[in-house]
T-cell receptor
Framework: DAKTTQPTSMDCAEGRAANLPCNHS???????VYWYRQIHSQGPQYIIHGLKNNETNEMASLIITEDRKSSTLILPHATLRDTAVYYC??????????FGPGTRLSVLP | DSGVTQTPKHLITATGQRVTLRCSPRSGDLSVYWYQQSLDQGLQFLIQ???????AKGNILERFSAQQFPDLHSELNLSSLELGDSALYFC?????????????FGEGSRLTVL
């Protein structure tokens, strides 16, 4: 599995877009980029995933660079309930995800 | 609500004891995964089962074992418990063994070993 690196923590003002970066410079061609989040001690929640095209769903957008070495998760209008630890994972078909320390996002009022 | 049910939610036991954690996957999901989350280790993959068969193994100790039953529920057995086994244990499920990678996690079982 490709290793990912993320900032330890980030702050975002409520109502503004939260842009969470992820570096996965050693990602291989068949590995997807997945994003999960964990609110407090709840079970992780799937957000979005992509291979090389940008993706959007009701929760977020995923922007993957053309060389696939990095990506950005965008929460377009962050709310207080988006405060969580966000995990970026590079994996092929999700057989046994390796969760790193993630980014602790704090949405501030 | 992810549709994955874990019991018990909380468990307190003593060192040397044995406990069993139970997981019911979402209806129709054939794959079950177990993860351990302790304060100093983050989320660690333990083991995966697919339709009753072990599919992948991670950092699972020999004192731990798991199985998936014909009705697809799974149990994680932890024996000879040590203080360091105190953690949140999460179960997740997915439809196939290798699909889109969308795992559905339960709310976890919090184990405290005293």
């Amino acid at each position: 599995d490709a290793k990912t690196t993320q900032p330890t923590s980030m702050d975002c003002a409520e109502g503004r877009a939260a842009n969470l970066p992820c570096n996965h410079s050693t990602i291989s061609g068949n590995e997807y980029v997945y994003w999960y989040r964990q609110i407090h001690s709840q079970g992780p929640q799937y957000i979005i995933h992509g291979l090389k095209n940008n993706e959007t769903n009701e929760m977020a957008s995923l922007i993957i660079t053309e060389d696939r070495k990095s990506s950005t998760l965008i929460l377009p209008h962050a709310t207080l309930r988006d405060t969580a630890v966000y995990y970026c994972i590079a994996d092929n078909y999700g057989q046994n995800f390796v969760f790193g320390p993630g980014t602790r996002l704090s949405v501030l009022p | 609500d992810s549709g994955v049910t874990q019991t018990p939610k909380h468990l307190i036991t003593a060192t040397g004891q044995r406990v069993t954690l139970r997981c019911s996957p979402r209806s129709g999901d054939l794959s079950v995964y177990w993860y351990q989350q302790s304060l100093d280790q983050g989320l660690q993959f333990l083991i995966q089962y697919y339709n009753g068969e072990e599919r992948a193994k991670g950092n699972i100790l020999e004192r731990f074992s798991a199985q998936q039953f014909p009705d697809l529920h799974s149990e994680l057995n932890l024996s000879s418990l040590e203080l360091g086994d105190s953690a949140l244990y999460f179960c997740a499920s997915s439809v196939e063994a290798a699909d889109t990678g969308e795992l559905f996690f339960g709310e976890g079982s919090r184990l405290t070993v005293l």
